[in-house]
């Protein structure tokens, strides 16, 4: 399988993932007045939307990124790959979860929820710690030479995000606030990490332009 017909397949995942994440905001009749109150109580609805379509919209650049540093795919690549897509697919389930659990302000749903959303995160990266392993241990599947030094740097980035959701579901245990800002840090750092890995990508590209 060529690698233009494995991104096709991803983009068109994240495409559609991407559009789903905005069904949950139903239509609704509205007494007159009531307005105020409906944006109110919709509030974690638009802030796990935006929570979620950052993640989500993170990943794909991530993913695109990535996949420059891909010359070419074998089988074992396209399953991680596929096994990648699976992880953020899930994305969309842990938002509604997370929204539902918010809105009726039940802690232990609350509890269950950002559970639950942790582990749709830590298998995201846990999905990509897993292919940035494999590539490494296959250089004949790589574009770029010389950025050793520079991808060493980064090689552990996946590891790090898995421990902040591991530590956003431990913390559930003792603060739910707590564990909801490192579920918002861990997201923040996945995009860190995409910014850090586009960077080494970069100067692979201008190696390969001017060797």
Known sequence: MSKDRVNALSDGVFAIL???LILDFQPTTLAPGTI???ISRQA???AMYDLSY???GTSWLFHHDYFQYVRKTNRTLN???LLVLF???LVNYAMVLLIEALTNGDPGDIQVAFIVYDAVALGISLSFLILYRYLERHPSLQSFTGIEAHYSRIR???ARSVTIYLLSAIATCVSNLLAGILLVAGVLFHFIAYLRFSKVI???TQKKDHP
Request: net charge negative; hydrophobic share 50%; proline share 8%.
């Open 156 to 158: 552990m980035d996946p």
């Open 44 to 46: 974690p609805l638009f």
């Open 202 to 204: 970069h100067l692979g």
């Open 79 to 81: 399953l991680l790959n």
């Open 54 to 56: 950052f993640y989500v």
């Open 87 to 89: 992880t953020v697919t």
């Open 18 to 20: 991407l559009t789903i």
């Open 36 to 38: 105020s109150h409906l």
